[in-house]
C-alpha cells in the first residue's frame, strides 16, 4: 500500500519537552516538506529535503529541527525554543523538479500543555 | 514577499450549481499552479494541477489559468454537498529561484446546501 504516513495522530507535549513527529513515504519520492498549518492561516513551510543528507530551511525553521538519513523518512523535532508549537504539523513528499507536484500524510495534531 | 491570495469565504452555493473559485499571486514568473481541497481536520488532498495557460478539466473540475493576469481559477460542475471544504490554492516559486517551494493561499471555504 504505497502512501506518506504520520505518527503520532495526537501529541500531547508539557512544555519545555522535545517532541520528534515521525514522517514515513514509500513512493520512492526524492524531496520531502514539513509544514505547519494554523487556524485562519495558510501551510507554512518549516523545512524542507530534496535529496537524502540534505536539507533547507523553510520560511520558518526556528525551533525545529530535521534529518534526512533515509529516503523514506524524514523526522521533524519540536524543541524547546518552539515559542508556540501547538498546531497542526503536515507532512508532503513529491519528485521535486520544475512542476514540484507535493502529496500530503495525514498530519500530527500537536497540543502544548 | 511572494503572495498567494484567495477569498476566505465560506462561499455558499445550492447543490447541483457551478462553483467558482478565484486565487491571484504575485510571483510573474511562478510556473506550477496547484488546487487541493481540505476537508475540516484532515490533510489536504491535490485535486488539480496546472502549468500552461488555458483550461484543464478533470471530471467536474476545470482550473483555468492566465498567466499574464496572474490568476488562476477552479470550477466544479454540478456541486455536491460531499464538495463542501476548504480549497487551497498553491503556486510554485519560478525555477532556479526558491526552488522546492510551494506558496499557499489561506483558502477558500466552500459550503454546498441540499
Known amino acids: 500500500d504505497g502512501g506518506i504516513t504520520q505518527s503520532p495522530k495526537y501529541l500531547f507535549r508539557k512544555e519545555g519537552q522535545n517532541v520528534t513527529l515521525s514522517c514515513e513515504q514509500n513512493?520512492?519520492?526524492?524531496?520531502m516538506y514539513w509544514y505547519r498549518q494554523d487556524p485562519g492561516q495558510g501551510l507554512r513551510l518549516i523545512y524542507y529535503?530534496?535529496?537524502?543528507?540534505?536539507?533547507q530551511k523553510g520560511d520558518i525553521a526556528e525551533g525545529y529541527s530535521v534529518s534526512r538519513e533515509k529516503k523514506e523518512s524524514f523526522p521533524l523535532t519540536v524543541t524547546s525554543a518552539q515559542k508556540n508549537p501547538t498546531a497542526f504539523y503536515l507532512c508532503?513528499?513529491?519528485?521535486?523538479?520544475?512542476?514540484?507536484?507535493?502529496?500530503f500524510g495525514p498530519g500530527t495534531r500537536l497540543t502544548v500543555l | 514577499q511572494k503572495e498567494v491570495e484567495q477569498n476566505s469565504g465560506p462561499l455558499s452555493v445550492p447543490e447541483g450549481a457551478i462553483a467558482s473559485l478565484n486565487c491571484t499571486y504575485s510571483?510573474?514568473?511562478?510556473?506550477?499552479f496547484f488546487w487541493y481541497r481540505q476537508y475540516s481536520g484532515k490533510s489536504p488532498e491535490l485535486i488539480m494541477s496546472?502549468?500552461?495557460?488555458g483550461d484543464k478539466e478533470d471530471g467536474r473540475f476545470t482550473a483555468q489559468l492566465n498567466k499574464a493576469s496572474q490568476y488562476v481559477s477552479l470550477l466544479i460542475r454540478d456541486s455536491q454537498p460531499s464538495d463542501s471544504a476548504t480549497y487551497l490554492c498553491?503556486?510554485?516559486?519560478?525555477?532556479?529561484?526558491?526552488?522546492?517551494?510551494?506558496?499557499f493561499g489561506k483558502g477558500t471555504k466552500l459550503s454546498v446546501k441540499p
Open positions: 498553491a503556486v510554485n516559486l519560478r525555477h532556479g529561484g526558491s526552488q522546492g517551494n510551494l506558496i
Open positions: 529535503s530534496q535529496i537524502v543528507n540534505d536539507f
Open positions: 510571483d510573474r514568473g511562478s510556473q506550477s
Open positions: 508532503a513528499s513529491g519528485y521535486g523538479g520544475a512542476h514540484n507536484e507535493q502529496f
Open positions: 513512493l520512492n519520492h526524492d524531496a
Open positions: 496546472i502549468y500552461s495557460n
